[in-house]
């Protein structure tokens, strides 16, 4: 069982950054993949960036490259999403999630955070 906390979510600026964090419970935390997703109102949740169990797998959608970085302290059971040069476009929830085999579905994500919010303005 894995419980996840999502913080670092805030109103910033169009060009700005943030760091969201996933904080997680369980001593079993770096066997598992995490994944970033976000969900816009109106549209379907999507995935943003994933992080191997170890941390040499990363993944990340096209939308985010070059902006968005993925990283984990495992000593620390801590997953972080470092957010930069942010466009009103990423305005969403963003979630945390974490999966035994990992990838980029929603279902194949057993556990979620339950979110926090992230607004970006123009």
């Known amino acids: 069982q894995v419980q996840l906390v999502e913080s670092g979510g805030g109103l910033v600026q169009a060009g700005g950054s943030l760091r969201l964090s996933c904080a997680a419970s369980g001593r079993t935390f770096s066997s598992y993949t995490v994944g970033w997703f976000r969900q816009a109102p109106g549209k379907e949740r999507e995935f943003a960036a994933g992080i191997s169990g170890s941390g040499r797998r990363l993944n990340y959608a096209d939308f985010v490259k070059g902006r968005f970085t993925i990283s984990r302290d495992n000593a620390k059971n801590t997953v972080y999403l470092q957010m930069n040069s942010l466009k009103p476009e990423d305005t969403a929830v963003y979630y945390c999630?974490?999966?035994?085999?990992?990838?980029?579905?929603?279902?194949?994500?057993?556990?979620w955070g339950q979110g926090t919010q992230v607004t970006v303005s123009s």
């Open positions: 999630a974490a999966a035994s085999r990992g990838g980029t579905y929603v279902n194949d994500y057993e556990y």
